[in-house]
């Protein structure tokens, strides 16, 4: 399994981004999909995750509000549209897959390589 994650860039604060991760190769129904950031000299951290059917969405606390996570089943991409962006939100962020509603790194088996984002104060 293949993960592509896009879309990251520069961008001022108050401003918008969307992050697009496109997945390919062998693929599985039911895996659960999750967007994870880590800034400089910290933890990766979850950001955003996504059910198979795009029916259930759970958010970190400092997102919420402001993110909006997306799945295209027939695409096989998932996208994190982030808005009213803040300098605290600068980070890689990576896409992964996971077969459990888990948010912490370690129940992830697959990840993409990762988009920075850097927001400008």
């Known amino acids: 399994v293949q993960l592509q994650a896009s879309g990251g860039g520069l961008v001022q604060a108050g401003g918008s981004l969307r992050l697009s991760c496109a997945v390919s190769g062998r693929t599985f129904s039911g895996y659960r999909m999750g967007w994870f950031r880590q800034a400089p000299g910290k933890e990766r951290e979850f950001v955003a995750g996504?059910?198979?059917?795009?029916?259930?969405?759970s958010y970190a606390n400092s997102v919420k509000g402001r993110f909006t996570i997306s799945r295209d089943i027939a695409k096989n991409t998932v996208d994190l549209q982030m808005t009213s962006l803040q300098s605290d939100d600068t980070a890689v962020y990576y896409c992964?897959?996971?077969?459990?509603?888990?948010?912490?790194?370690?129940?992830?088996?697959?990840w993409g390589q990762g988009t920075l984002v850097t927001v400008s104060s």
């Open positions: 996504i059910s198979w059917t795009g029916g259930m969405t």
């Open positions: 992964a897959t996971s077969l459990t509603v888990r948010t912490t790194p370690e129940y992830y088996n697959y």
